[in-house]
């Protein structure tokens, strides 16, 4: 079970970076084109939302019991969390950054909500959605990454 939640924190990488940038061009067709908000984009921006916090329940899991989770793990005699690359990145880095951007994700939808100007709505939710992105961009351990690389996609080495 350990793996296949693992697999699927993994995998849902790809839906969650493929929704920020759709809802994010939706948000930004609707403000530089000064449209109706469409309930449509609601949807959209919805299941951008429901992606993250998925995927941030299966972290919290992954980061608490997971293979190096903190109480499924004990540091070595004299390791530092702050000055272990490794742990620094997955207790810390990693937990933090995606915290944020899955609150900017939040962010995001709620304009949907908020009784202001449509165009308003667009213009905030797209800001909110790139700072999102720009979040997981850097926080997800991408394969090219040193120490804490890791595969694309599950279950292939590297
Ligand atoms: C947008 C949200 C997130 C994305 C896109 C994401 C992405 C990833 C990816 C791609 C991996 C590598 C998986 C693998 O080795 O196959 C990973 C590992 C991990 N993530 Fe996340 N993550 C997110 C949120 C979180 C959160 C919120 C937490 C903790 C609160 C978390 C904790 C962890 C931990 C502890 C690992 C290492 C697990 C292990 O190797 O055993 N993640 N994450």
Redesign the pocket.
């Known amino acids: 079970m350990?793996t296949g939640l693992?697999?699927l924190?993994?995998l849902?990488?790809w839906v969650?970076?493929l929704l920020v940038i759709y809802s994010l061009l939706k948000a930004y067709a609707g403000w530089t084109g000064k449209k109706a908000f469409a309930p449509g984009d609601k949807k959209t921006w919805l299941f951008t939302m429901i992606a993250?916090h998925t995927?941030?329940l299966?972290?919290?899991y992954?980061?608490a019991f997971?293979?190096?989770?903190i109480f499924t793990t004990t540091l070595p005699e004299g390791t530092s969390v702050m000055k272990d690359r490794f742990y620094r990145f997955?207790?810390v880095e990693?937990?933090v950054m995606?915290?944020l951007?899955?609150v900017l994700?939040t962010m995001g939808y709620g304009m949907a909500k908020k009784p202001v100007a449509d165009e308003v709505k667009y213009k905030k939710a797209f800001f909110f959605f790139l700072l999102?992105l720009i979040?997981?961009l850097a926080?997800?351990?991408?394969p090219f990454r040193e120490i804490i690389g890791?595969?694309y996609f599950?279950g292939i080495a590297g």
């Open positions: 350990q693992l697999h924190h993994n849902l990488r969650i970076v993250g995927t941030l299966l972290g919290l992954q980061v997971g293979r190096y989770g997955f207790w990693h937990p995606m915290i951007a899955i994700i999102a979040f997981i926080g997800v351990p991408w890791r595969p599950p």
